[in-house]
């Protein structure tokens, strides 16, 4: 049997509100909606229906002091990675090399990074990164999961 490509959802430093809940939407999950990771530890948490028929990969969720040690580490099991983070801080130099650590892994195919709470006239910036296995996507505020545009912003990111 193949081995079964994985996926992890994570945020670096200060997860934008609403990170666990847009992975439901857009994964078909159910992750817990709060977390209890202890300071200075990652929690991850698979989702429940791991070998989800037609999906095509497994889906986990971080929550947690997301650090360099923990990147060496998760670069190595993981093939693919959302990255929450807030729009404003797509220019940070510490995210540009915490990306590029990720980037580096063997085993990393693609990394998406959500740029949460994007003006609406960002829908084309991407910070200043470039590489062949990122893509970088602006995402407006999505707070309120039941408004008709944040239905069709979660149905334009599934694409």
Do not use: W
């Amino acid at each position: 049997m193949p081995e079964q490509p994985l996926l992890l959802s994570m945020a670096l430093v200060d997860a934008p509100v609403g990170a666990s809940s847009l992975n439901n939407s857009l994964f078909m999950t159910d992750f817990d909606l709060t977390h209890s990771a202890m300071p200075g530890y990652v929690q991850i948490q698979f989702d429940q229906d791991f070998m989800r028929p037609g999906r095509g990969f497994a889906v986990a969720d971080a929550h947690g002091t997301i650090d360099a040690s923990f990147l060496h580490k998760a670069k190595d099991i993981f093939q693919f990675f959302v990255v929450h983070m807030r729009f404003a801080d797509l220019n940070s130099e510490a995210h540009r090399h915490d990306i590029s650590q990720i980037l580096e892994g063997a085993r990393t195919r693609c990394v998406i990074i959500l740029g949460r709470d994007a003006p609406s006239a960002a829908a084309s910036a991407t910070g200043n990164f470039s590489h062949e296995k990122l893509v970088v996507l602006p995402v407006p505020d999505l707070t309120n999961q039941n408004s008709e545009q944040s239905k069709v912003n979660v149905n334009r990111l599934r694409k």
